[in-house]
């Protein structure tokens, strides 16, 4: 399997670098979602001591051009500091920076979802909106072959990878640990990661039964590789939540930020494609559970199913928010088999991992809790999909279109 020629260089000659001390200086890294609305790009400036709040960090700017979001005579974009965490490859004082991108008129950049879930999430603050978004994704060598997979042919079918462990049943496993333990010194609110079903892709699954319930509930793929009686698994997921509001799409993106950086140390590329494998293999989504102080306290069952017929009357609206292509990545993956429901269709059940909104058994039993939605892709932008559920679930709009609260 092909890994980058960075990943070969001798770590240890950088370490020596990286134990220099800095002084009073910080390095704090800028980081931002371009124009294709699922890259992430980032840039490094020094501050003369450490920031302590987000008013702390100077707005930046960068060459919009570069990054698919500006013409070449007018490209000059300002990079607004939106949510800070601590660096888990410099290590403290510095920072990551996660920033809102404002085009040359101080409008925002037309992949800056962040501004518009924002003034949603304010709306309903009262409702308390707690999100957890189950992450899956597949890691590939650098030539695009998924990690693990022998060079001609293909892994054994599904069945040993889900939540695995062995040599022949898990690839990658040192980069999931390195992840998860990133994730927790940079204060991301991960919480959960296991193997998922498809072989050879890995699924970082962040499942959390949040909503005050006292257990989390995790599913990872791990794709399984046969060759020579080897079965491996390349698929993970990690959990993310449980989060309030603005904050689930922060730390999601930064989660994604950091699983990148740490796949650029190991020499392999993660992917959040939905259908990385086309054929008879589990694709990727990021399931998305949701509930709101109502849901989670006594009888709030009622209350999850109003929110469920709601959604069953906007369901393409909803597909159109939750991948980044207005629904056409999701066709690949939504097909109504391999645990997801028909794209075209909406359906809603208690455990039912073959719908599009699934009530966990737990829920029903308690009456209260939270409902999952399992239609996200994997690539989707979590502001979106987070603002799309809030519009729906809890300012009761109907429709094809959002509503314009600004007139």
Request: charged fraction near 25%.
């Amino acid at each position: 399997m092909a890994t980058s020629a960075s990943s070969k260089l001798n770590k240890a000659v950088k370490q020596q670098y990286m134990a220099l001390p800095q002084g009073d200086m910080v390095q704090a890294m800028y980081i931002w979602i371009d124009g294709s609305g699922e890259g992430l790009r980032c840039k490094t400036r020094t501050l003369d001591s450490e920031p302590k709040t987000i008013e702390d960090l100077p707005e930046w700017n960068f060459d919009g051009s570069s990054t698919y979001q500006s013409e070449g005579s007018n490209s000059d974009m300002f990079l607004i500091p939106s949510a800070m965490f601590r660096d888990p490859f410099r290590k403290d004082p510095n920072k990551l920076v996660l920033c809102e991108v404002l085009k040359y008129n101080r409008k925002p950049a037309e992949t800056n979802l962040r501004h518009s879930c924002k003034q949603i999430m304010s709306m309903v603050e009262n409702n308390h909106p707690w999100f957890g978004m189950e992450q899956e994704y597949t890691l590939l060598g650098t030539d695009g072959h998924p990690f693990g997979w022998p060079s001609n042919g293909f892994p054994g079918p599904q069945g040993p990878y889900y939540c695995g462990v062995g040599a022949d049943k898990a690839y990658g496993r040192d980069i999931v640990e390195a992840h998860y333990r990133a994730c927790l010194y940079a204060g991301v609110k991960i919480c959960g990661t296991n193997a998922e079903v498809m072989p050879a892709q890995v699924l970082s699954h962040c499942l959390y039964l949040f909503f005050l319930l006292s257990h989390f509930h995790c599913r990872m793929h791990f794709p399984v590789i046969i060759s020579n009686t080897v079965c491996v698994v390349f698929q993970w997921e990690f959990q993310v939540g449980p989060c309030e509001g603005i904050n689930m799409g922060d730390h999601l993106w930064i989660a994604r930020f950091i699983l990148h950086r740490v796949c650029e140390d190991f020499g392999v590329v993660a992917s959040f494609d939905p259908k990385p494998i086309s054929g008879n293999w589990n694709g990727a989504g990021c399931h998305t559970n949701f509930s709101t102080k109502e849901m989670r306290d006594d009888g709030g069952l009622k209350v999850i199913e109003e929110a469920i017929e709601r959604l069953s009357k906007r369901h393409r609206y909803h597909i159109r928010t939750y991948d980044p292509r207005g629904g056409l990545d999701n066709a690949r993956r939504l097909t109504g088999h391999h645990e997801t429901s028909n794209i075209d269709e909406f359906s809603a059940g208690v455990a039912n991992r073959g719908a599009s909104i699934r009530i966990p058994r737990s829920v029903g039993q308690d009456k209260k809790g939270y409902f999952e939605d399992r239609r996200p892709s994997a690539n989707c932008d979590p502001y979106i999909v987070t603002e799309a559920l809030v519009r729906t679930c809890l300012l009761k709009e109907e429709g094809e279109e959002p509503t314009d609260y600004s007139k």
